[in-house]
């Protein structure tokens, strides 16, 4: 099992769900962060923005859904613009559902 960790630009997370869903991945957590990428922030005109708001899913799947998944969210989160986000890739030893106590995902 892996944890893929997405961090987009909130405007494309419908698209991101959207396209998830469609592909038979429906569960995910979405949580509203701020952050900056290595550029270190952005200037617009004479604003400087030190952080920009970003939304972060966490996406348990199976070792062999990581390339779809992670295709599904770089083909849709996309913009060809500085601050599209990341994608990280982590082992995930276990998963719990708390109602039935069931193992995996």
Not at 88 to 98: K, R, S, V
């Amino acid at each position: 099992m892996k944890l893929i960790k997405a961090i987009i630009r909130p405007e494309k997370v419908d698209d991101v769900v959207d396209a998830l869903e469609k592909a038979g991945y429906p569960s995910f957590t979405k949580i509203d962060v701020v952050g900056r990428g290595k550029q270190g922030g952005i200037k617009i005109g004479e604003i400087f923005y030190n952080e920009l708001p970003k939304t972060l899913l966490l996406i348990g799947v199976n070792d062999d859904e990581v390339t779809e998944v992670v295709e599904i969210i770089k083909s849709n989160a996309y913009t060809g613009n500085f601050g599209d986000g990341k994608i990280f890739i982590q082992p995930l030893e276990e998963a719990y559902t708390i109602r039935t106590g069931a193992k995996g995902l």
